[in-house]
């Protein structure tokens, strides 16, 4: 199935074109749900393919078209609301079990091996504990959290 596609890599070069996802039992509309590390994206202009890895993209827009609209703005309704700094968050680790507790809101928790899970039970035995995402079945955040005991440890 191919898809229209915008790449801005982290150099600045944009690449337009058409990536042809390997899942042919799609939908025709739907987007892929993950990426591969190395992508090759077939020109609009109809120029010769071009493969990038994955990790030198910026990112990866799937458009409805390649004319876009330069005066358009994004819609952003919480840019006058302060930034919550720790999530409430769900966790089901591969085994099954399931635990509750509290992340730090920032990037770490994206590109990471592993995050700070802060139990809310704030008199159990267990100060912190590092969570391998890969341990993880999922990961649900439940709420935001302002900043609740002095105990709470950050950095």
Not at 8 to 26: M, P, Q
Not at 46 to 59: H, I, M, Q, R, W
Not at 114 to 137: H, I, M, Q
Request: hydrophobic share 40%.
């Amino acid at each position: 199935m191919l898809h229209n596609v915008v790449v801005h890599l982290k150099n600045s070069t944009i690449l337009r074109g058409h990536y042809r996802a390997d899942d042919s039992s799609i939908q025709p509309s739907a987007i892929p749900s993950d990426l591969p590390i190395s992508m090759t994206i077939e020109p609009e202009n109809g120029s010769p393919a071009v493969t990038f890895n994955l990790e030198d993209a910026k990112a990866v827009f799937f458009v409805h078209s390649f004319t876009g609209s330069p005066s358009q703005q994004d819609v952003r309704f919480f840019d006058s609301l302060s930034i919550h700094p720790y999530l409430w968050v769900r966790v089901t680790f591969q085994d099954g079990e399931i635990m509750e507790g509290r992340v730090s809101n920032d990037i770490d928790l994206l590109i990471k091996n592993a995050f700070r899970l802060f139990p809310v039970d704030e008199l159990t035995n267990n100060r912190c504990l590092f969570l391998p995402k890969g341990s993880l079945r999922s990961f649900q955040i439940i709420g935001l959290l302002e900043e609740q005991s002095s105990q709470l440890e950050v950095a």
